[in-house]
């Protein structure tokens, strides 16, 4: 029988946390089987979306970070100790929220990479010692997650020869280097398969997204950046997939809905049906392409960083959230965005990437050489 799950929402009006709450009310539809209980609800700045989902849930605490302060997020998670916390956050703000959900003992249904990306090897090591679970919500990582289940194997790297990260394309897969140098905000914020909030859009757009997933990949399952692949699919009908050592591919295919890792997240380790539609094979094709990492050079950046390995990939994350928000706010060329990525990863980022004071400082110094370089920039207004 399952059991009733406490749920934390993080960033429960973004896309994750609106996806969570429909899934968690469609099993309140069912009154004889209400299998989870929101306890804990937070958003940024969206003041009114919050109030509405209170009323939705009278019995849930609610925190408006950017009023009631971060610290007031933690002492409830610490306080009401859910079962499960749907960290949906955007950006490195969502790292102290994945730690004070492990140190309370709740299970981590994770889309904020960042969590992983900043600050892997703690969070990992954390986790094991609070015996808690942590289960990706990235569609990607979801797909591993799931599919390495049906792996029956002590060692994954000599059962999984590499794990293959799908990835649309975003909107600018088929112009050229030229023709993104003079892409709009507009444009960027036009993704073809996913509806996803502005940042992550972007970094979908430049590829970044990916290439945090490409780090995000190494850490979650224990394997080397160099069996870490990345497919073009531009349909996101696949996505991810497995290439076991005997050459044989396992795909996990679902319809771009990010309902179905949200579901998947919740009612885990239990595999329970849905509502949500299904593919349908009547007229459906698929197709997939080698991506360019010279048009796109945020994903060879997130290799090096992920080989490099200590606090590079913090750096990396850090530079990127600059240049995509100056991006966002005009200041920039989109082009611009791994150069200003690139700029930073050339300083020393060596150190240790076990120590939260260590990387808390990498954040900082790193955003301070984005905003340096981008300043000195000689481009044009987008």
């Given at each position: 029988?399952?059991?009733?799950?406490?749920?934390?929402?993080?960033?429960?009006?973004?896309?994750?946390?609106?996806?969570?709450?429909?899934?968690?009310?469609?099993?309140?539809?069912?009154?004889?089987?209400?299998?989870?209980?929101?306890?804990?609800?937070?958003?940024?700045?969206?003041?009114?979306?919050?109030?509405?989902?209170?009323?939705?849930?009278?019995?849930?605490?609610?925190?408006?970070?950017?009023?009631?302060?971060?610290?007031?997020?933690?002492?409830?998670?610490?306080?009401?100790?859910?079962?499960i916390t749907i960290n949906g956050?955007?950006?490195?703000?969502?790292?102290?929220?994945?730690?004070?959900?492990?140190?309370?003992?709740?299970?981590?249904?994770?889309?904020?990479?960042?969590?992983?990306?900043?600050?892997?090897?703690?969070?990992?090591?954390?986790?094991?010692?609070?015996?808690?679970?942590?289960?990706?919500?990235?569609?990607?990582?979801?797909?591993?997650?799931?599919?390495?289940?049906?792996?029956?194997?002590?060692?994954?790297?000599?059962?999984?020869?590499?794990?293959?990260?799908?990835?649309?394309?975003?909107?600018?897969?088929?112009?050229?280097?030229?023709?993104?140098?003079?892409?709009?905000?507009?444009?960027?914020?036009?993704?073809?398969?996913?509806?996803?909030?502005?940042?992550?859009?972007?970094?979908?757009?430049?590829?970044?997204?990916?290439?945090?997933?490409?780090?995000?990949?190494?850490?979650?399952?224990?394997?080397?950046?160099?069996?870490?692949?990345?497919?073009?699919?531009?349909?996101?009908?696949?996505?991810?997939?497995?290439?076991?050592?005997n050459g044989v591919i396992y795909?996990?295919?679902?319809?771009?809905?990010?309902?179905?890792?949200?579901?998947?997240?919740?009612?885990?380790?239990?595999?329970?049906?849905?509502?949500?539609?299904?593919?349908?094979?009547?007229?459906?094709?698929?197709?997939?392409?080698?991506?360019?990492?010279?048009?796109?050079?945020?994903?060879?950046?997130?290799?090096?960083?992920?080989?490099?390995?200590?606090?590079?990939?913090?750096?990396?994350?850090?530079?990127?959230?600059?240049?995509?928000?100056?991006?966002?706010?005009?200041?920039?060329?989109?082009?611009?965005?791994?150069?200003?990525?690139?700029?930073?990863?050339?300083?020393?980022?060596?150190?240790?990437?076990?120590?939260?004071?260590?990387?808390?400082?990498?954040?900082?110094?790193?955003?301070?050489?984005?905003?340096?370089?981008?300043?000195?920039?000689?481009?044009?207004?987008?």
């Open positions: 029988m399952f059991k009733k799950k406490r749920i934390a929402v993080l960033g429960a009006t973004g896309s994750i946390g609106r996806s969570s709450i429909d899934i968690i009310s469609r099993s309140a539809g069912n009154k004889a089987n209400i299998n989870f209980e929101i306890v804990l609800l937070s958003a940024k700045s969206s003041c009114s979306q919050l109030e509405e989902l209170s009323r939705q849930f009278p019995s849930a605490s609610c925190v408006l970070t950017e009023r009631d302060g971060m610290d007031k997020l933690l002492s409830l998670l610490a306080e009401l100790r859910p079962d956050i955007a950006g490195a703000a969502g790292l102290q929220p994945s730690l004070a959900a492990i140190e309370s003992g709740s299970d981590l249904a994770l889309a904020n990479k960042e969590t992983i990306v900043m600050a892997g090897e703690l969070v990992m090591r954390s986790a094991k010692e609070k015996n808690i679970n942590i289960i990706p919500v990235d569609s990607e990582h979801s797909a591993i997650f799931q599919l390495l289940r049906r792996v029956e194997s002590k060692n994954i790297n000599e059962t999984v020869s590499e794990i293959i990260l799908t990835a649309s394309g975003g909107p600018f897969k088929n112009l050229s280097f030229n023709e993104m140098e003079k892409a709009t905000v507009k444009e960027a914020l036009c993704h073809p398969t996913w509806n996803m909030g502005p940042k992550i859009t972007i970094d979908s757009a430049s590829m970044a997204n990916k290439g945090l997933e490409i780090i995000e990949a190494c850490c979650l399952f224990n394997l080397s950046p160099d069996k870490i692949k990345v497919v073009i699919h531009p349909q996101s009908i696949i996505h991810s997939m497995i290439r076991l050592c795909a996990q295919m679902s319809k771009p809905d990010m309902r179905h890792p949200v579901h998947d997240a919740l009612y885990w380790p239990d595999t329970v049906p849905s509502s949500l539609e299904p593919i349908n094979f009547d007229s459906l094709s698929l197709e997939f392409h080698k991506p360019d990492i010279e048009k796109f050079p945020m994903l060879s950046l997130a290799w090096t960083s992920a080989k490099k390995g200590g606090l590079y990939p913090c750096a990396y994350n850090a530079a990127n959230e600059i240049a995509a928000a100056a991006f966002l706010s005009e200041k920039i060329k989109f082009t611009d965005i791994p150069r200003i990525t690139e700029h930073v990863l050339k300083s020393d980022w060596t150190g240790d990437c076990m120590s939260l004071e260590a990387i808390m400082q990498t954040d900082t110094d790193a955003r301070k050489k984005a905003k340096s370089f981008l300043n000195r920039l000689n481009t044009c207004v987008v």
